[in-house]
């Protein structure tokens, strides 16, 4: 099956500054990758997602990035303020078919603190 | 629409008790999800659900852990018996068929907050 890792497992920035998180996955069939970001005692809410016929993707001060021959796609946050602080997810899905239809494989998550 | 409904919002029993958690889709999604969250597992998907049957139950821990979904607006996920490593954050998620928008979205209920002492 998929497996997905995700680095790094915390990270600190001061704000303004942009901060990028890294995840590889591990099955060449995986075609979707979204992106969660979880406040603390909330529910996962999806921030971002790429397909894989994109190589990138932005909005506004977030942005994704895909290469599927290294198999690896990168979080991008830019001008990072304190509302950014948060537990943040990657995931990577199959939804072209096989038994794993629809199925969200998803990275140990990264603990991102925004210093104002 | 009020997004995914999970009962309750939070459960305190005692080892070896049965918990019944509780979900109610987004109306009109034909995908749902159960995951668990600990600090230690991450976000673990223990199973889910394509228009009310089980795909794939590879996650679920044990037997002593049971999922249904009798119909398009409801699911249930049983723990019996209860033990304290079952405590966790259990959330539902629900998503749309693929073709309606290409969205893929899974939204989160807000979780179930499980204590077993």
């Known amino acids: 099956g998929e497996n997905v890792e995700q680095h790094p497992s915390t990270l600190s920035v001061q704000e303004g500054d942009s901060a990028v998180i890294k995840c590889t996955y591990s099955?060449?069939?995986?075609?979707?990758f979204p992106w969660y970001k979880q406040e603390l005692g909330k529910r996962p809410q999806l921030i971002i997602d790429?397909?894989?016929?994109?190589g990138e993707k932005k909005d506004q001060r977030i942005a994704v990035t895909l290469n599927k021959t290294a198999k690896h796609f990168s979080l991008h946050i830019t001008e990072t303020q304190p509302e950014d602080s948060a537990v943040y997810f990657c995931?990577?899905?199959?939804?072209?078919?096989?038994?794993?239809?629809?199925?969200?494989?998803f990275g140990q998550g990264t603990i991102l603190t925004v210093h104002p | 629409d009020a997004g995914v409904i999970q009962s309750p919002r939070h459960e305190v029993t005692e080892m070896g008790q049965e918990v019944t958690l509780r979900c109610k889709p987004i109306?009109?999604?034909?995908?749902l999800f159960w995951y668990r969250q600990t600090m230690m597992r991450g976000l673990e998907l223990l199973i889910y659900?394509?228009?009310?049957?089980?795909?794939?139950d590879s996650g679920m821990p044990e037997d002593r852990f049971s999922a249904k979904m009798p119909n398009a607006s409801f699911s249930t996920l049983k723990i019996q018996p209860s033990e304290p490593r079952d405590s966790a954050v259990y959330f539902c998620?629900?998503?749309?068929?693929?073709?309606?928008?290409?969205?893929?979205?899974?939204?989160f209920g807000p979780g179930t907050r499980l204590t077993v002492t």
């Open positions: 790429i397909r894989s016929n994109v």
């Open positions: 099955d060449s069939a995986s075609n979707y």
């Open positions: 998620a629900s998503s749309p068929r693929w073709w309606i928008g290409l969205s893929y979205e899974q939204y």
């Open positions: 995931a990577a899905s199959n939804w072209a078919g096989g038994t794993s239809y629809g199925k969200l494989t």
């Open positions: 109306s009109g999604h034909d995908y």
């Open positions: 659900f394509n228009n009310n049957v089980p795909i794939d």
